[in-house]
Nanobody, 124 residues
Framework: QVQLVESGGGSVQAGGSLRLSCAASGLPDSTNCMGWFRQAPGKEREGVAAISTGSSKYYADSVKGRFTISQDNDQKTVYLETDSLKPEDSAMYYC??????????????????WGQGTQVTVSS
């Protein structure tokens, strides 16, 4: 049974930082990519960052230079370091995984496995 469990969300002031974690278990060996998505109330779910088993990294333009995705050597835990947070970064953040490449960061429908999410709230 696949499980993706996020943690690390919280409330911070603008300019602050949070480190999100995603612990994965039960993923098939064919899983090549893990990523982070976010969804604010009334908005579409959007891709934030993704990392391949080969450690290639992909970022949404809105977070480049502020967010960093990384993974443990065993690729079972993925992290999202969020720095210089802005109020518009407030959302539920979801961990996701898929077989195949990471270039589908822009289409959440291409991702197979999802966690329950962790809330990030940034106040001005």
């Amino acid at each position: 049974q696949v499980q993706l469990v996020e943690s690390g969300g919280g409330s911070v002031q603008a300019g602050g930082s949070l480190r999100l974690s995603c612990a994965a278990s039960g993923l098939p060996d064919s899983t090549n990519c893990m990523g982070w998505f976010r969804q604010a109330p009334g908005k579409e779910r959007e891709g934030v960052a993704a990392i391949s088993t080969g450690s290639s990294k992909y970022y949404a333009d809105s977070v480049k230079g502020r967010f960093t995705i990384s993974q443990d050597n065993d690729q079972k835990t993925v992290y999202l370091e969020t720095d210089s947070l802005k109020p518009e970064d407030s959302a539920m953040y979801y961990c996701a995984a898929r077989r195949g490449g990471c270039w589908y960061l822009g289409d959440h429908n291409k991702w197979t496995y999802w966690g329950q999410g962790t809330q990030v709230t940034v106040s001005s």
